[in-house]
């Protein structure tokens, strides 16, 4: 059996484990590497690969080994794919990536359906958003939160330093329609004294007076007031495409500047925004553990179930019950997540941090 494996959307820090976890896997099987991401799916960019040919260290680093991209994927760039395909004799293929990928991975198999061909395919997810359904939580998310867990609390004890001069921060995390990343920034262990006072998350409608009399409370109870916003909050206040077709066009972030522009406006107090961007999902030396074994795993389980002509399905992530931490991998089928976007649950959509023990203790175990 041939199978094909390649990565499609953006790197998270774990991504290559699982693309060691499926060569380890499929060892004695024929294996391809899709290089360069959709681009490469339909230019048929495919090459042999071994569990030899990736280096050790690239599972403990950024990036993509694979190379990865996004495209806006045609009916004639499916036809393309699956010529492609017929013609490095691929019998089954396994995307690593997001919601994005998996509506890819599932049109495409529909796509050889319709055209009489057979092809086995398997999902392996990822994605720092956290906003792939299915699944408890997606292998990339877990070191990104693990990231801010380290970074932000940081960031908030020297602005405590720095309130005399600069009352108010707002810390940007990614998350275009989604408020995980943000939530995992109001982690603050045992440290309350340095917790954000606000977050705002994109399932949470923003409201300008109300965002402003929060700050105004905080900087009168705390004499400073530490934001945590989400890229996607408050769509209206930038020109980003946050609704672009499979997000093909780059986000450069900015919601926390502009916010901090206007606080300086409507309160008159100095206020500085930072935005932290890629180095929340290619930070390999922050990387969480448990992150990284979940993410080989999924790898494996993909080249599994390939090889048992199991298809049609995205390798689950499901917490088991228990006192302790545990997971299982059961399969999910690919049309049942494909394209869906996974949001924040109501009981966590909240802009008060102090309301979030129960979130925290969800994401406790995750960060290693």
């Keep these: 059996m041939r199978l094909l494996i390649g990565q499609t959307g953006a790197p998270t820090a774990v991504v290559n484990a699982s693309l060691h976890g499926f060569l380890s896997a499929a060892a004695g099987h024929e294996v391809l590497a899709l290089r360069g991401g959709p681009d490469g799916l339909v230019a048929g960019s495919f090459t042999p690969v071994t569990p030899a040919d990736v280096p050790a260290a690239a599972t403990r680093r950024g990036g993509s080994w694979l190379g990865a991209g996004r495209r806006a ?8 794919a699956l010529d492609s395909l017929d013609r490095h004799e691929v019998d089954g293929v396994s995307l690593i990536g997001g919601n994005g990928t998996m509506a ?3 049109a495409l198999g529909e796509r050889a359906a319709a055209r009489g061909r057979p092809l086995v395919t398997v999902g392996i997810p990822k994605t720092v958003d956290n906003d792939l359904a299915g699944v408890d939580h997606s292998p990339g998310y877990a070191s990104a939160a693990r990231y801010l867990t380290r970074v932000v609390p940081d960031l908030a004890r020297d602005h405590a330093a720095m309130a005399g001069v600069e009352p108010v921060r707002i810390v940007e995390t990614l998350g275009r329609s989604v408020g995980w990343l943000a939530l995992a920034a109001t982690w603050h262990a045992d440290d309350p004294a340095h917790a954000p006072h606000l977050v705002l998350l994109p399932e949470v409608p923003f409201d300008r007076t109300v965002f402003l009399d929060r700050v105004a409370d905080a900087l009168a109870t705390h004499g400073r007031a530490f934001v945590v916003v989400s890229e996607g909050a408050a769509p209206g206040l930038t020109d980003e495409p946050f609704h672009a077709g499979n997000h093909t066009r780059i986000l450069l972030g900015g919601v926390s500047r502009v916010l901090a522009g206007t606080v300086g406006t409507e309160l008159g107090v100095a ?3 930072e935005v932290l961007g890629m180095t929340q999902r290619s930070a390999g030396a922050l990387a969480s553990e448990v992150d990284r074994r979940e993410a080989t795993e999924v790898g494996r389980q993909a080249a599994r179930l390939l090889l048992d002509r199991a298809g049609g399905v995205l390798v689950g992530l499901h917490r088991r019950p228990g006192d302790s931490y545990d997971v299982g991998y059961d399969p999910v089928p690919l049309a049942d997540v ?4 996974r949001t924040v649950p109501e009981q966590w959509r909240t802009t008060h941090p102090t309301e979030l023990d ?3 203790r969800w994401l406790e175990p995750l960060l290693g």
């Design 271 to 273: 206020a500085r925004g």
């Design 338 to 341: 494909a394209g869906r976007t």
């Design 73 to 80: 994927v045609t009916v004639d760039d499916l036809d393309a």
């Design 358 to 360: 129960d979130f925290h």
């Design 104 to 106: 890819l991975l599932h």
